[in-house]
């Protein structure tokens, strides 16, 4: 069977794109059971659709973020909590959408490339497990339409 993903024409709002793309996330993951074998094929599937600079996940390992799958540029592998945007979102427990990277204090710029980034923090027995991480080369990228589409994302890897 093909895995191709339909990809969502990239003249469509991202809230089009994001319904277009959901369904085809949920059946790509439904049958696997691998946290990291999922979250790869998640990431790919947002870069591809979305042909974001960085799209990745960091996975909570004790006190740090650890880096996971993604697709982009090399990137940090270790983040303190509350360190960053990652490390906020993740000490804060919500989701940070910033659209100036430059005017976040403390923000790791991973790459030089990024100017706008958002990130949402995804729970498991109420706890922080994992951090999604978007990155875009263009200024204030990220809307609430994006955070809608992406927070549907996290609830389906909070199902797996
Ligand atoms: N900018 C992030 C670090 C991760 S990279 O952008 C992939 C942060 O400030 O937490």
Redesign the pocket.
């Known amino acids: 069977m093909s895995e191709d993903l339909r990809i969502p024409a990239y003249n469509l709002s991202h809230q089009q794109r994001y319904q277009e793309l959901i369904p085809q996330v949920q059946a790509l993951v439904g049958g696997e059971k691998d946290l990291v074998a999922n979250l790869a094929n998640i990431a790919a599937a947002l870069h591809e659709t979305f042909r974001f600079l960085?799209v990745g996940f960091y996975l909570v390992q004790q006190d740090t973020l650890v880096l996971g799958p993604f697709q982009g540029p090399v990137?940090?592998t270790r983040?303190a909590k509350g360190k960053?945007?990652?490390?906020t979102a993740w000490l804060e427990r919500r989701n940070i959408i910033v659209p100036d990277v430059e005017q976040f204090p403390g923000?790791?710029a991973?790459?030089s490339r990024?100017r706008s980034?958002i990130v949402l923090p995804a729970f498991r027995d109420g706890e922080v497990f994992l951090v999604m991480?978007v990155?875009s080369e263009e200024l204030n990228h990220f809307s609430e339409e994006d955070e809608r589409g992406l927070m549907e994302i996290i609830h389906i890897i909070e199902m797996l």
Do not use: F, N, P
């Open positions: 960085w990137a940090c983040i960053g945007v990652c490390g923000h790791i991973c790459s990024s980034e991480d990155d």
